[in-house]
């Protein structure tokens, strides 16, 4: 049982990890901020606003002892959200625990063997979801390839990949697609480790023992529990066939959750605890697919960071179900089911059909590389946005049963969710700076330093595994962003296919989309050009989902889009308005670091001699911030309520006539519900 957590700075993050502990939490689940996941320390540009936001910043083996003091690790079970700089976060873990260990009089060698855990580190649902990878493909490949190869023989109870389908349901992936291309990751994975040659062929069943997954669980609980026994199936018959391992227990699946964020609403939020409820059962009441480890979102996520109460609340409903219900005293509920092996069998037999074309494509690595799976993914989301629009799937409080009472959770906003200290950033900014300096200005620790960062720089430029030469930076004080920086120097930079291009939008025009096009048009029409719009995700928030939605209705109704993905800094943002002479700029952040970027890119576009180009903005974004957005000049705010996104474009298109001084009013009456 556990809680995903981690916030503002080490310290503030360990004394959460010890109050979840004492409630009855069973292990920990580290949120790390985007700076850290992405490989930049918090006085990088592109870490400004993101510090300490969604999860814990970490920095060099200093912040881990911070964080885990207290925490003894060698008995401890963490799970850790990191993916590009996963061998870095975990070497800096190992160096802990052996420090740990040796404070005790222990055996550190001992302690690293006993460390159990996972590491998220699944970078292909990166490219595809989440955003924070940091290498090209290939070589972020060798590195889960040599963390694979060090644990196995080194730290056998740590699972070094938990692959992800959660973060694909998230960003619109059917669960045909979610099993199809999770499996897909799987075999890319294996198969990358056994043609390294690191791991001996009769050890190769340790290997495959040690690959968990990550999944998700939507609220269509009969669904998700058939994708689940699909999941089970596919992986027994996968690692059997293609992998000859002949183990019963080597082969079973195994699998963590995280029950859906994608379904929760800002509107009415009080229905997500009943929305959560039904999301977990459909991993824990069919016993032949149970997951190992539960983590339940807060009833307030889609409001923003969730406090220590919700949290607990959250803690609190997985302990009803284990120990005040009868549901885990009974063998399979659904064994014999007819229905469920009818759902069963078609999930089945779709994943098949999806991994085949994966495989004619290259493999999970080349169908990223192409756009396939993402532009899949762009376009199943698109549809399911469609359908809520459409009122064909309903989601209550939102599109159907909308009026409500007075929420008292909700009452005061102000503290109905968890505000992260503005200083945090300058802080963890100065603080690392104070480690460099005092490091640099020690000869032995500066001369330590050097010869570590050399050594990944060499060994980055040959087939060595990195983990030793990894550890050894851990142990001289080398930072994440020094870390990162070594490797892409060897490596270099890579922007994902943001999918936009290649996806299949709206297939049947609505009488509201009609009128929507017809109001881009004239509204082009009198200013002599087409409407464009410049989508734009400023900062590290890499969740591209409701960017990319928009991105592809604004094609549908007629603008001419343009989408460079994400990680761009504010200067970058308004120097491609600027050269594209757009008529609107709409920046999501869903990070909430909205109040560091959106001004910056407001400030730089009246330095450009833009300012007349107006910005909207779209993310999770309380009303007080919403407020001050718009007193400092942005033109529209939009937050997960606002889930009509033709009505949006409707929006858009008075904003760009106000900002031209054309009539807002002939086009606010011709296009009707906006």
Aim: aromatic residues 6%; charged residues 20%.
């Amino acid at each position: 049982m556990r809680t995903y957590a981690g916030h503002s700075s080490a310290s503030a993050s360990n004394a959460l990890y010890r109050r979840n502990l004492e409630k009855g939490q069973t292990g920990l689940s580290v949120a790390f901020d985007l700076p850290t996941q992405t490989g930049y320390d918090p006085d990088h540009e592109l870490a400004r606003g993101e510090v300490g936001k969604v999860g814990v910043p970490v920095s060099h083996i200093g912040d881990v002892r911070q964080l885990f003091d207290g925490i003894p690790l060698s008995t401890m079970n963490t799970s850790m959200t990191i993916n590009a700089s996963a061998m870095w976060l975990l070497a800096l873990y190992q160096v802990a625990a052996e420090e740990q260990a040796l404070a005790d009089g222990g055996d550190p060698q001992q302690a690293a063997r006993a460390l159990a855990g996972t590491t998220q580190n699944d970078i292909i649902k990166e490219y595809l979801s989440r955003g924070t990878y940091a290498f090209p493909p290939a070589p972020s490949l060798r590195l889960i390839t040599d963390m694979i190869a060090y644990t196995v023989s080194s730290m056998p109870r740590w699972n070094p990949i938990n692959i992800c389908s959660y973060h694909l349901q998230e960003a619109g992936a059917t669960p045909v697609q979610e099993v199809a291309y999770a499996l897909s990751t799987a075999v890319a994975v294996l198969d990358a480790v056994r043609d390294s040659g690191q791991v001996p062929p009769e050890r190769f069943s340790d290997v495959v023992a040690r690959i968990s997954f990550f999944v998700n669980a939507g609220v269509r609980f009969v669904e998700e529990m058939c994708k689940m026994r699909a999941f089970v199936q596919l992986w027994d018959e996968l690692t059997r066939e293609r992998y000859g391992v002949t183990d019963d227990k080597a082969r079973r699946f195994r699998y963590g959750v995280q029950v859906n964020s994608l379904g929760l609403t800002e509107a009415q939020p009080e229905n997500n605890v009943q929305r959560i409820v039904l999301e977990m059962l459909a991993v824990t009441l069919s016993k032949d697919a149970r997951a190992r480890a539960v983590q339940l979102p807060a009833w307030n996520e889609a409001l923003g960071l969730p406090r220590p109460w919700d949290q607990q609340w959250s803690l609190r409903i997985q302990q009803v179900l284990a120990y005040e219900s009868d549901l885990l005293e009974y063998e399979d509920l659904f064994e014999g089911s007819k229905v469920v092996e009818a759902k069963v069998a078609q999930i089945v037999e779709g994943a098949r059909a999806e991994m085949a074309r994966v495989a004619e494509l290259g493999g999970a690595v080349a169908a990223v590389e192409s756009g396939y799976m993402k532009s899949a993914m762009v376009g199943s989301h698109s549809a399911r946005r469609g359908r809520i629009e459409s009122g064909e799937d309903v989601v209550v409080g939102v599109n159907r049963f909308e009026s409500t009472e007075p929420n008292p959770l909700t009452a005061d906003l102000g503290t109905a969710i968890q505000t992260v200290d503005p200083d945090v950033e300058e802080r963890a900014a100065a603080a690392v700076r104070v480690w460099r300096s005092e490091r640099d200005a020690d000869p032995v620790r500066a001369a330590a330093a050097s010869v570590a960062l050399q050594r990944l720089r060499d060994e980055a430029a040959t087939a060595a595994n990195l983990f030793a030469a990894t550890l050894d930076c851990a142990r001289a004080g080398i930072t994440t962003g020094e870390w990162a920086a070594v490797l892409r120097e060897q490596f270099g930079e890579y922007r994902a296919p943001t999918g936009v291009s290649g996806s299949v939008g709206v297939v049947e025009v609505s009488d509201e989309l009609a009128r929507v096009r017809a109001a881009v048009r004239a509204t082009g029409d009198e200013l002599g050009e087409r409407l464009r719009l410049l989508v734009g995700k400023p900062g590290l928030d890499g969740h591209s989902n409701g960017a990319e939605q928009v991105a592809v209705r604004a094609r549908d109704a007629g603008f001419e889009v343009v989408y460079q993905g994400i990680r761009l800094t504010p200067s970058e943002i308004v120097a491609a308005a600027v050269a594209e002479d757009v008529h609107c700029v709409g920046l999501s952040v869903l990070s909430g670091s909205h109040m560091a970027l959106v001004p910056a890119v407001l400030d730089g576009l009246r330095a450009a001699g833009a300012g007349e180009v107006p910005v909207i903005v779209g993310g999770i974004i309380p009303e007080s911030d919403e407020r001050a957005l718009r007193a400092l000049g942005v033109a529209a705010v939009f937050t997960p309520k606002d889930f009509g996104l033709t009505a949006m474009m409707g929006r858009i298109v008075e904003v760009v006539r106000a900002s031209r001084g054309l009539d807002v009013g002939s086009v606010r009456s011709s296009v009707s519900h906006i």
